[in-house]
């Protein structure tokens, strides 16, 4: 995957929200990198390889929201330091891919 980690924390406001079956997280945009085909994280909760998910993003452009479904495709890490998650988005319409691809490109992003 291709991305960008966001420069400025307030870029995706208020947060980014994740959410499996029995656990949801709103993260900080200062944990979160957005690529063109996924998002990585970082997680105080360990999440099980191919675990379903879906993922709720507010542009820092112009505030509307994305939601994308995806599978988690690698969490390393421990309880005491956190869990790295890496998702793939699944089933992604046009429009999404377009507006995913502008975040992950955005003046907000570095490389």
């Not at 995706?12 to 656990?23: D, G, H, I, M, Y």
């Not at 949801?24 to 099980?48: C, M, N, Q, Y």
């Not at 993922?55 to 969490?75: E, Y």
Request: overall charge positive.
């Amino acid at each position: 995957m291709s991305g960008k980690k966001l420069r400025d924390a307030s870029a995706l406001e208020p947060k980014v929200a994740v959410a499996a079956r029995q656990t949801k997280l709103e993260l900080g945009a200062d944990t979160v990198s957005i690529h063109k085909s996924g998002i990585e994280f970082r997680s105080p909760t360990a999440f099980e390889e191919w675990t379903e998910m879906t993922v709720s993003l507010q542009s820092p452009v112009d505030g509307s929201r994305l939601s994308c479904n995806g599978v988690v495709v690698a969490c390393a890490g421990n309880r005491h330091t956190g869990y790295h998650v890496s998702m793939v988005f699944t089933s992604l319409t046009r429009q999404a891919e377009n507006r995913l691809n502008a975040m992950a490109h955005s003046a907000f992003g570095v490389s």
